[in-house]
C-alpha cells in the first residue's frame, strides 16, 4: 500500500542539540510539506517542496532546514537554534502545486529534556 | 497574504445535537479542503469543493463553498462521539501551496 511514512513516532532532545525528522513516501508525490503543530492549535507551515533539490521557507523557517535529495524522502533537520523545538510535527505530500489533497504522515513528538 | 480564518475555535454539544464549523477567506478560492484530526492523530483528507455554491454530503456531513469562493461551512448532523476532533479548512487560492484555517476542535457529551 502506498503511504507516507514518519519516525521516529517520538524523539527526546537535549538542550543544544541537532534532531533529524524522517518523512518518507510512495505515493510518487512531486510536493512534500513540513507542519508544527502546537497543543490545541492548528498547522504551521516550516518548509515546503514541490521538485527535487528545490525547497521553499514556510512561515515558521528559523532554527530549521531540509534536504530534498530523493522524490521519495524530505528529512527535517531541528538544530539548536530552534529555542522552542517541543511540537507536534506531520510531513504531508501531495501531487502537483498544493491543490490536490495532501496526505499526511502519522508524525513525530518532539519533546526538549 | 492571503488568509483562512476558522470559527468557532471550540465548540462542546450534546450528542445528536447538530455541529456547525465556518471557513472565511480573505481572497478567491479556486477550491476549498476540508481534513479532520482525531485527538492524538493526523488530519485526514475529507472532501474538496471546487465549484461556486457546491454542496456535497457525506452521510451526516454536508459541506457548502459559497456563492463568491471566498466561504465554506462543514455541518454535522445528529453529532455521535466518533465525530469528536479537529476539523480543519485549506484553502487553495492559486498559490503554490494550501493556507489551513486553525481548526475547530469538536467535543460531544454522550
Known amino acids: 500500500d502506498g503511504g507516507i511514512t514518519q519516525s521516529p513516532k517520538y524523539l527526546f532532545r537535549k538542550e543544544g542539540q541537532n534532531v533529524t525528522l524522517s518523512c518518507e513516501q510512495n505515493l510518487n508525490h512531486d510536493a512534500m510539506y513540513w507542519y508544527r503543530q502546537d497543543p490545541g492549535q492548528g498547522l504551521r507551515l516550516i518548509y515546503y517542496?514541490?521538485?527535487?533539490?528545490?525547497?521553499q521557507k514556510g512561515d515558521i523557517a528559523e532554527g530549521y532546514s531540509v534536504s530534498r535529495e530523493k522524490k521519495e524522502s524530505f528529512p527535517l533537520t531541528v538544530t539548536s537554534a530552534q529555542k522552542n523545538p517541543t511540537a507536534f510535527y506531520l510531513c504531508?505530500?501531495?501531487?502537483?502545486?498544493?491543490?490536490?489533497?495532501?496526505?499526511f504522515g502519522s508524525g513525530t513528538r518532539l519533546t526538549v529534556v | 497574504g492571503q488568509q483562512v480564518m476558522q470559527i468557532p475555535q471550540y465548540q462542546h454539544v450534546q450528542e445528536g445535537e447538530d455541529f456547525t464549523t465556518y471557513c472565511n477567506s480573505s481572497t478567491t478560492l479556486s477550491n476549498i479542503q476540508w481534513y479532520k484530526q482525531r485527538p492524538g492523530g493526523h488530519p485526514v483528507f475529507l472532501i474538496q469543493l471546487v465549484k461556486s455554491g457546491e454542496v456535497k454530503k457525506q452521510k451526516r456531513l454536508t459541506f457548502q463553498f459559497g456563492e463568491a469562493k471566498k466561504n465554506s461551512s462543514l455541518h454535522i448532523t445528529a453529532t455521535q462521539t466518533t465525530d469528536v476532533g479537529t476539523y480543519f479548512c485549506a484553502g487553495s487560492g492559486g498559490y503554490n501551496k494550501l493556507i489551513f484555517g486553525a481548526g475547530t476542535r469538536l467535543a460531544v457529551h454522550p
Open positions: 517542496s514541490q521538485i527535487v533539490n528545490d525547497f
Open positions: 504531508a505530500s501531495s501531487i502537483a502545486n498544493g491543490k490536490e489533497p495532501y496526505t
